[in-house]
């Protein structure tokens, strides 16, 4: 039988005993555990805790940390998504299938026009809520590590600040490489830029040019946001990473 899974943001030790943080414990209260259940820590250091559950009351969810195990399932290709923010249920769409998938780290970007416009205190929640599902994402495939989520920010910006050494690309039917002529990442490490729901407009095109990004052909169709990324990234990780 699967136990549940649950990430916790404290530190976990064998040996020790904790009470659950609020997420945590809502969670397993859900999931309808019961004292003296087992079901499976992790708090985003590569390990996975195997723990008991002491106390389940309306206040406070307590359990026993038994053992650790190292997860070792994270790619190792480094994919770093520079997302287009999309429209509530396709960003989560995405962040979901794309940690699912293996991706290191999400990077969303206001571009020229992009359709959501976040400031001030919507742009906090909305970036709690991301993080929420990047971690939900982690517990449904056991993945122990969870892939960074950047804060989200001008188009510009994220794309000069991206890691020199990786290759990074941008999709383009037109593009010069091709998967079948695409060289092995010298750093294992990719930046896929994918535009939002009304796509890279000509100056962000020039922008991510700029800043040394590579167009990438991904086949002949014209995908929308919430496909264009998955594809690439599943793409990329049976070329390169853990999915051959």
Known sequence: MRLTRCYVDAMLKVGGSLSLPE???????????????DCVLFNGDGHDYAARLSLISKRDVQADVLSSQAVTNES??????LQGIARGEKMDLILQKATELGVAA?????????????DGDRLVKRMTHWRS??????EQSGRAVVPTLAQAGPLLAAAQATDTQ???????????LSLASMPAPASS???????????????DRE??????FVGLQLGPRI??????????????????????
């Open 23 to 37: 997420a945590a414990a809502n969670h397993l209260r859900v999931m309808r555990l019961r004292e003296g259940e």
């Open 76 to 81: 190792p290709l480094h994919i770093t998504l």
């Open 106 to 118: 999400v990077v969303p970007v206001d571009a020229e026009r992009t359709e959501v416009k976040l």
């Open 133 to 138: 599902v990047i971690i939900a994402g982690c």
């Open 166 to 176: 990786a290759l990074r690309v941008i999709l383009d039917p037109q593009g010069e």
């Open 189 to 203: 490490k990719v930046v896929i830029a994918i535009g939002p729901e009304g796509g890279w407009s000509p100056r």
């Open 207 to 212: 922008a991510l040019r700029s800043a040394g």
């Open 223 to 244: 995908l929308r946001t919430e496909t264009a990324g998955l594809a690439a990234i599943a793409a990329l990780q049976a070329r390169f990473g853990d999915l051959g």
